[in-house]
């Protein structure tokens, strides 16, 4: 059965990042193969785990409501589309990474969106773990058939802004109906204190933090040169953090 972690949380809180180390968590330890669905518009997951998306979904479905009336003859639709999502995958030693891109054009999505809605319950099945990487909005989760997410990451930075947007989060799961079996809280970016006023404020809105993660210089330099995070190293301040909410999250029986 696949294990699916969710990423959400305010936008420049180091999200995507956090998934990377994931990511780089899951191969180190053969927890293979891995689903990575990059769903936040800004689409920088494939950048930091050393991916390039050419194709995005988004493009493609914008393609295919322009362009729906010159398919060839005799080829059924929905068969038509499959065919050019599976090119929107971009294959990778123990992990794939389909990349959600902004839906572009005009006219009705309603097709292709069930037809994606299938394209991915049917892909996330051969793959041991999916992650998903969204944005603030949790639009991508009530895509799957059962709208059902084993691990939901929050991540806010040190900031009040930020605990404020997880609140609004957790309120926006309770609406959507979205069944999460657990919902981890994760303080990214920390600085060595944290401000009385963040926990006052966390404690206000009844949110308990599972995790802190330190500022990480290599964090950033790795971005300034494109480097994927997938090769940090062990003793980087951010990926040991990370490594030990993982091992929280990773019950013996989901490593089998």
Not at 126 to 142: F, K, Q, T, V
Not at 162 to 174: A, C, D, F
Request: hydrophobic share 40%; net charge negative; charged share 20%.
């Amino acid at each position: 059965m696949t294990v699916s972690i969710a990423m959400a949380g305010k936008g420049g809180t180091g999200k995507t990042s956090l998934a990377g180390l994931i990511i780089r968590y899951l191969l180190k330890h053969n927890l293979t193969p891995v689903l990575a669905v990059d769903a936040d518009p800004a689409a920088n997951l494939g950048l930091g785990i050393g991916l390039n998306a050419e194709l995005t979904v988004g493009s493609v479905l914008a393609g295919f409501n322009e362009n729906k009336i010159s398919i060839p003859s005799g080829v059924v639709k929905e068969s038509f589309l499959n065919i050019k999502l599976n090119e929107t995958i971009v294959e990778s030693r123990g992990i794939d990474l389909i990349t959600m891109g902004r839906g572009e054009g005009a006219g009705c999505y309603c097709f292709p969106n069930n037809v994606l809605k299938n394209f991915i319950d049917q892909l996330t099945s051969n793959y041991r773990y999916l992650l998903m990487d969204n944005e603030a909005g949790l639009e991508h989760l009530s895509r799957g058939t059962t709208g059902q997410v084993d691990h939901l990451i929050l991540v806010s930075n040190h900031s009040i802004k930020g605990i404020r947007t997880l609140n609004s989060i957790l309120n926006l799961v309770t609406e959507m109906g979205l069944d999460i079996k657990q919902k981890w809280v994760v303080i990214n970016q920390a600085p060595a204190v944290i401000d009385p006023l963040v926990y006052s404020e966390l404690d206000r809105l009844g949110i308990t933090v599972d995790a802190v993660i330190p500022q990480d210089s290599q964090i950033m330099e790795y971005d300034w040169h494109q480097k994927s995070l997938l090769d940090l190293p062990d003793e980087a301040a951010a990926a040991a953090s990370m490594n030990e909410l993982m091992a929280k999250i990773i019950t013996p029986d989901q490593e089998r």
